[in-house]
């Protein structure tokens, strides 16, 4: 069973920094592809940024030049750091992970878990 967990959320005013953190547990081999998603009050979920596990990025065009991601694989953990937020940064930050191996097998064999999500994260950006 794997698991996310989202870390780091909290309020903060215009101009402040966060880091959101994505730890993965269980039994785990390789994650490919790691994103984050945010959810602002009464909107639909969207994609903010996606780190594959070759270390390649892309951020949508909202938060390019603000936010980074970086990963550790051999902890599974991805972070977000959020520069200059803005008041419509706030919002319930997700996790995502796709195409998780379990076992070196499964990556040799190319099977693979799909779409692993954690339970959320708050970040709220206000004076």
């Known amino acids: 069973q794997v698991q996310l967990v989202e870390s780091g959320g909290g309020l903060v005013q215009p101009g402040e920094s966060l880091r959101l953190s994505c730890a993965a547990s269980?039994?785990?081999?390789?994650?490919?592809?790691v994103g984050w998603y945010r959810q602002a009050p009464g909107k639909q979920r969207e994609f903010l940024a996606r780190?594959?596990?070759?270390?390649?990025?892309r951020y949508a065009d909202s938060v390019k030049g603000r936010f980074t991601l970086s990963r550790d694989n051999t902890k599974n953990t991805v972070n977000l750091q959020m520069n200059s937020l803005k008041p419509e940064d706030t919002g319930v930050y997700y996790c995502?992970?796709?195409?998780?191996?379990?076992?070196?097998?499964?990556?040799?064999?190319?099977?693979?878990?799909?779409?692993?999500w954690g339970q959320g994260t708050q970040v709220t950006v206000s004076s």
């Open positions: 995502n992970a796709d195409q998780i191996f379990v076992t070196y097998a499964d990556y040799v064999s190319n099977r693979f878990l799909r779409d692993r």
């Open positions: 269980g039994r785990i081999f390789r994650i490919n592809a």
């Open positions: 780190i594959t596990s070759d270390g390649t990025t």
